[in-house]
């Protein structure tokens, strides 16, 4: 079952990037001493008791006008809005500060339910400091610690306990895709020109979050749902940030698609946040199609070549991607789109022949010998897949610590080679055999 949303908010360096990696048993974001280390938001999925849910990281906020303090209290800000929950962190070691007091006037703003956290409480003589931030008036502060672990468990138990259960319809065998993107890149346009005159559209149904829309539509004989997110809120600075933290409202659009559209300006290039927005689509093993975009707008002597070029040089972990060149304006490349979606979800349902997959296997290692990696050589003595959405493989081996990443990507290339994956990702996972 999916939950809702937990954003984590504080001061610099009372800790919340640590507990977010205790959270999603990842170090994704960066630990040091220094305040101000994380700047923009980072999010994550935790899983626990059979349930998950996406965790948000923020930049510290506080007092001082300190460098970036206008950007990172604007992705705060629009992390506050998106969550259903927040955990406020704060450090037990420093008790209330200026920068807590500024949080929490941000908090009461927000009405979202909070949970205060006081950070790095090691010892059990340290509990006593908690009864300082009962001052906020936001409930019962626990005491944790982040870097040991303690109290990390109490802090997800209470977190399920408070979240909103998401339901996901079920949409049967229809195909679910997602339009995502920056702003002003033609995502609404886009969704219009899919859709169409023609179209046969059932009913616009509200999706598991407050930003999005689920449009079911029938083409060619084939059902579709259309994810789309709404416009971001024109509010103060929040506005002002809007093209950098925009893809936060993308994230539940990707978790119920099966298929992500990430929509590039022809005009504006490839941009760090594309990177940023297809990045949790490919952490999440979505299957991937890119749309670049006004291209009746292209510069002269620009060519499709030169822009697919750029585009793998940009995104070296797509090179499965589908890429198409389109005008949502002009209708140019339009008839390719939903014949593209329909392949890349067949790609990422299929299966394929055990026998055939075990040769290939064997064969990719008789070819290229597996390297010396962790004082030893991987053995692959027998390979099956165990699932679909996407295609996953189990490869049965000596020890998976052998395993290197470039050895992986080889496998990748020759199954690739061999069977039609165009517009998946492929999961490869490694079990010793006993």
Known sequence: ?????????????????????????????????????TRDRIYGTCEWLTKSFTIIDTGGVEVKNAPFQV??????????????LIVFVVDGKKGVTGDDEVVAKMLYKSDKPVIVAVNKIDRIEDIAATTDFY???????????????????????????????????????????????????GKSSLSNAILGKERSIVKDISGTTRDSIDTPFRKDGQDYVLIDTAGLVKRGM?????DKYAAIRALSAIDRSEV???????????????????????DKKKAVILVVNKWDLAATGQTQEEFTK????????LDYATVLFVSAKTGRGLSAILPAIQKAHESFHRRVSTSVLNKIVLD???????????????KIVYASQVAVAPPTFVMFCNDPKFAHFSYTRYLENRMRETFDFEGSPLNIIYRQRK
């Open 1 to 37: 079952m999916s939950l809702g949303t937990v954003c984590l908010v504080g001061s610099p360096n009372a800790g919340k990037s640590t507990i977010f990696n205790r959270f999603v048993g990842a170090r994704k974001a960066i630990v040091e001493d220094t305040p101000g280390v």
């Open 71 to 84: 950007e990172i209290r604007a992705q705060v800000q629009l992390a506050l809005d998106e969550a259903d």
């Open 135 to 185: 001052a906020f008036g936001l409930g019962e502060p626990m005491a944790v610690s982040g870097e040991h672990g303690i109290g990390i468990g109490d802090l997800l138990d209470k977190i399920v306990s408070m979240l909103p259960e998401k339901e996901t319809p079920d949409y049967g065998e229809a195909i679910t895709f997602s339009l995502i993107g920056r702003p002003n890149v």
């Open 238 to 242: 929040i506005y002002e940030a809007i």
């Open 260 to 282: 992500v559209l990430l929509l590039i300006d022809t005009e504006t290039g490839i941009r760090e946040q594309d990177a940023h927005v297809v990045g949790y689509a490919i």
């Open 310 to 317: 750029d585009i793998a040089t940009r995104f070296k972990f």
């Open 364 to 378: 990719a290692q008789a070819m290229n010998p597996t390297p010396e990696f962790n004082h030893g050589r991987l």
